[in-house]
């Protein structure tokens, strides 16, 4: 009889792949075309890359037993048939299953050519995985070998593809996401998502009784770019100062744009308003540096407006309204400044 160990792994294998059979299953039926824009499905080739390619395989007269051992030693779900060096079938957990214990056949010696699949689909290198999702779902194959030249050299299966299409969701999650919560132009935090960051820092700087500020950025002369330039020169300029930006910032702070030439800073945790000033100046120096787009030289100069909690708001929509207002009054006193935010 074959030991129960070995039976044990087989079918805690055939177990651990039903969800995925089924989740495969309902993906195929959906069609795998409808993801997101942009997405591509890989290449079996691409998969044998990442989970290798090495080929285990025994010859026809091998006992079930001993395959299973190697199908356990290898975690592998399925094994290719060769013999003399051709391959004339593929044997899996399923067909042990199917075959062997369900028809009551559990001696340790059957050969394997007695239960193996041997109506064998085989798939090449350069297939797209998306093909071969389409292959297993018509012809409910869960292994598929690969074959180059006549030679076996790896096999796909239902796992590999099922991963590969969980990976891609998550990579498309995360696209969906970064396009929620990021400016497309300059890859900065958008309004809805500094708000939310803003209203965050509100709520700790509450519960531990911290300051934090809020710096309102707007360009002086920009329109100007956009004018002279077109809006491709201004777009340049607007991605090269967020990274500029980014630069002289300090780690912690979050730095946002609000849309056209509106950024926003918020600084949490400063030692004193000296830092908000600090800071304001660092702003005022990067914005002044010349911008260089098709050969040409640009200057523009910023308005900075500041706000800081608690003394100039207890809510995010105060605090950006405060800073908002008080870069008016920079602009207001000649541009190219700062100014704090003081009540009328």
């Known amino acids: 009889m074959v030991r129960y160990s070995t039976v044990v792994y087989a079918f805690g294998r055939i177990m651990a792949i039903g969800a995925l059979c089924y989740t495969f299953a309902k993906a195929a039926h959906l069609g795998v075309r409808r993801r997101g824009v942009g997405a591509r499905m890989k290449k079996v080739r691409e998969v044998l890359a990442v989970k290798g390619s090495q080929v285990f395989s025994v010859p026809p007269d091998a006992s079930v037993f001993d395959a299973l051992k190697v199908m356990a030693e290898k975690d592998i779900g399925a094994l290719v048939i060769i013999d003399a060096e051709n391959l004339v079938g593929i044997m899996s957990e399923r067909d042990y299953a199917r075959k062997v214990i369900v028809q009551g056949r559990a001696?340790?010696?059957?050969?394997?050519?007695?239960?193996?699949?041997?109506?064998?689909?085989?798939?090449?290198?350069?297939?797209?995985?998306?093909?071969?999702?389409?292959?297993?779902?018509?012809?409910?194959?869960?292994?598929?070998?690969?074959?180059?030249?006549?030679?076996?050299?790896?096999?796909?299966?239902?796992?590999?593809?099922?991963?590969?299409?969980?990976?891609?969701?998550?990579?498309?999650?995360?696209?969906?996401?970064?396009?929620?919560?990021?400016?497309?132009?300059?890859?900065?935090?958008?309004?809805?998502?500094?708000?939310?960051?803003?209203?965050?820092?509100?709520?700790?700087?509450?519960?531990?009784?911290?300051?934090?500020?809020?710096?309102?950025v707007d360009l002086d002369g920009f329109k100007l770019i956009n004018d002279m330039q077109g809006h491709e020169a201004g777009d340049h300029v607007l991605a090269e100062l967020a990274a500029r930006l980014q630069r002289c910032m300090r780690e912690g702070d979050t730095l946002g744009r609000l849309g056209g030439d509106e950024f926003v800073v918020l600084i949490e945790s400063f030692r004193d308003e000296s830092h908000l000033i600090e800071v304001a100046r660092k702003v005022l120096d990067t914005v002044a540096q010349p911008f260089f787009v098709r050969g040409t030289t640009h200057h523009v100069t910023a308005s900075v407006g500041i706000a800081a909690f608690p003394t100039d708001g207890r809510t995010t929509q105060q605090l950006i309204n405060h800073a908002d207002s008080a870069m008016y009054r920079a602009k207001e006193a000649g541009k190219n400044q700062f100014q704090r935010y003081a009540r009328d």
Not at 145 to 164: A, N, Q, T
Not at 187 to 198: A, D, I, P, Y
């Open 107 to 216: 001696s340790r010696d059957t050969p394997v050519r007695d239960i193996m699949t041997t109506d064998v689909l085989t798939v090449d290198p350069e297939r797209p995985l998306e093909e071969c999702m389409r292959l297993m779902a018509t012809w409910h194959y869960r292994h598929l070998p690969v074959v180059l030249d006549g030679k076996v050299v790896g096999v796909v299966s239902i796992s590999d593809l099922v991963k590969e299409m969980m990976a891609e969701q998550e990579q498309t999650i995360r696209r969906l996401a970064s396009v929620a919560s990021r400016d497309a132009l300059t890859g900065l935090f958008n309004r809805s998502m500094f708000t939310q960051r803003l209203q965050q820092a509100l709520a700790q700087a509450e519960r531990h009784q911290r300051t934090l500020g809020v710096l309102f």
